[in-house]
């Protein structure tokens, strides 16, 4: 039987950590730290040429202090490892049919709607995509020699499936732009980084694992499993490691965690958290470069307040962690952003060169945003600025309005005669730029002017403008994924039922292209917003309430 039949067997094992035997608890053999020891911040120690623990031993059970637990697992408290931290009380309950953390009882009904979300999950998972992973799982895989798919790693059959998913499924999912070069897509990082971490290779399975669980819920326990595996071996890899956090996986580890507990995990905490990690990268990389230019060239005349971001892989890395950077600050607690850095430092001054150069009509090398970069610009400082508490500038908001209300679409670089089917992808790019400026004039016309409500003129014209937009962009491209944002602020904004209707299936179409739980979250906040026959909806005033903002799940 293979890892994808192979039926659960209780047995009783002789091999796991000195730990668990002493604690008389079954042990999930999870090398250096395995699952019980990590849940409670037990020593996990292991046999040295000793198969059994002799009963004279006089071993001793230990936990790690605080400070010594900080010390050895960085990247463990800073959120990454999935631990079972008690969830903040949420005014919507997200409907989760597959998730590490059971729901609580948010009401009377709430029961009856977890169900129907539950059932229109199941209803509309792609027949075909489920059909296709069935056929990879029980065919034999499409090379022979799989063993040998990552230079200089060997592949067990268990690997060979995750790889392989993960390769043609779940990194295709996070590549909105299949117009850019090759060199410059996700998969020129995401995927190569692999040969170099042990660790990273083992978050490559646990994505695999999150994406099969969409159709196959059993592999749930094991994405689990997975996770805590992954997380020790990095943490590990991370202590005696020696270049100074400069090496590419470590920035794909944690984008790949930063993706995977938001859409699987569930988690804006923990997502927030490893973006905060993937900041401090940048910045090391900075101080990298700043490094080297000073021992090449002999020279201090250098700009230290802007990233130098020319090669590809730094630019995969900029553009993944700016699009998910963006994309959060409107659903986080003012708490969580105290972490992150202000959109006006990430934009203007981190990424300056870089978004000069696309401003100059090379954003067809961008790999996440496209033609998009300058309205998801605007997305993460008008989202910033709606969560401060203290007095705004007014001559500010009045430029980012500004700017959302004239917004164009970016000029193309000169790059010869396109083929149809590329100009076809650069024309969803375009859309897609138009439809989240429209969606961030929503959000900052509020911020605006607060009585505003849904009915305004200017906002049913922004609604129609992003409606039109999206309806232009095939469900099936690549660039939708990139749509969550705006198609949840234009929908709480929607009075027509024809939109109403539209948003919805639009982001059940995003849920189901990442094989991700976030559509039950978003249903649910749309649902708020317009209210029913019964009770008045909330309209763009949710916008501003934290209780309902926090509890909704953007990819």
Not at 9 to 30: A, H, L, N, Q, Y
Request: proline share 4%; with cysteine.
């Amino acid at each position: 039987m293979d890892f994808f039949t192979q039926k659960r067997v209780s047995k009783r094992k002789k091999t796991g950590c000195f730990t668990c035997r002493k604690r008389k608890i079954k042990c999930d053999e999870s090398s250096p730290e395995c699952l019980n020891c990590s849940r409670g911040t037990f020593k996990c120690i292991w046999p040295d040429n000793q198969s059994s623990l002799p009963h004279t031993a006089e071993f001793k059970v230990e936990k790690y202090d605080s400070a010594k637990r900080s010390r050895k697992s960085r990247f463990v408290d800073s959120g990454i490892v999935t631990r079972r931290n008690k969830r903040p009380k949420r005014a919507i309950q997200i409907v989760a049919q597959v998730g590490f953390v059971q729901n609580e009882n948010s009401g009377p009904g709430s029961q009856e709607q977890s169900l129907t979300a539950k059932q229109e999950r199941s209803e509309n998972i792609e027949s075909d995509q489920r059909a296709l992973i069935e056929s990879i799982l029980l065919s034999p895989l499409p090379m022979d020699n799989y063993h040998n798919w990552i230079p200089g790693v060997t592949l067990d059959l268990q690997s060979a499936h995750l790889y392989y998913l993960y390769v043609n499924y779940f990194v295709p999912s996070i590549s909105p732009q299949p117009f850019v070069s090759k060199y410059m897509q996700p998969s020129a990082l995401f995927i190569s980084a692999g040969s170099q971490s042990q660790g990273l290779r083992e978050l490559f399975y646990l994505c695999s694992a999150y994406y099969l669980s969409h159709c196959r819920p059993e592999m749930n326990q094991k994405a689990e499993l997975q996770y805590v595996k992954s997380i020790g071996i990095i943490n590990h890899e991370l202590e005696t490691n020696g270049s100074g956090y400069t090496e590419d996986w470590m920035g794909v580890a944690s984008q790949l965690l930063c993706i995977s507990s938001r859409i699987y995990a569930r988690s804006w905490e923990k997502s927030t958290k490893n973006l905060a990690i993937s900041y401090k990268l940048l910045l090391k990389k900075k101080k990298q470069a700043v490094i080297e230019e000073i021992n090449d060239t002999s020279s201090l005349q250098m700009d230290k307040s802007s990233l130098d971001i020319s090669s590809p892989r730094d630019i995969i890395f900029f553009d993944s962690f700016a699009y998910n950077y963006a994309i959060c600050l409107l659903w986080c607690s003012p708490e969580r952003l105290k972490i992150l850095p202000s959109p006006f430092v990430v934009f203007d001054r981190i990424g300056r060169d870089l978004f000069e150069h696309y401003r100059a009509g090379f954003w067809m090398n961008s790999p996440c945003f496209g033609a998009a970069f300058e309205a998801f610009e605007l997305v993460a400082k008008i989202s910033w600025l709606s969560k401060q508490t203290t007095p705004l500038a007014p001559g500010l908001i009045f430029e980012l309005e500004s700017r959302a209300r004239n917004y164009t679409p970016p000029k193309m670089q000169s790059v010869g005669i396109q083929s149809s089917q590329k100009q076809k992808l650069i024309d969803y790019s375009i859309l897609m730029g138009i439809a989240t400026a429209k969606a961030a004039l929503i959000l900052i016309s509020k911020l605006l002017r607060p009585n505003l409500t849904e009915q305004d003129p200017l906002i049913q014209e922004c609604v129609e403008g992003c409606y039109d937009a999206m309806k232009q962009i095939s469900f099936s491209s690549h660039c939708f994924a990139i749509g969550g944002w705006a198609l949840t602020v234009a929908g709480v904004a929607a009075i027509k039922r024809e939109h109403r209707d539209y948003f919805l299936d639009a982001q059940r179409k995003i849920d189901n292209m990442h094989h991700s739980y976030t559509f039950a979250s978003v249903r649910e906040f749309m649902l708020a917003a317009w209210g029913s026959k019964s009770s008045l909806g909330l309209g763009l005033d949710i916008l501003f309430i934290a209780e309902f903002t926090e509890a909704v799940l953007i990819i």
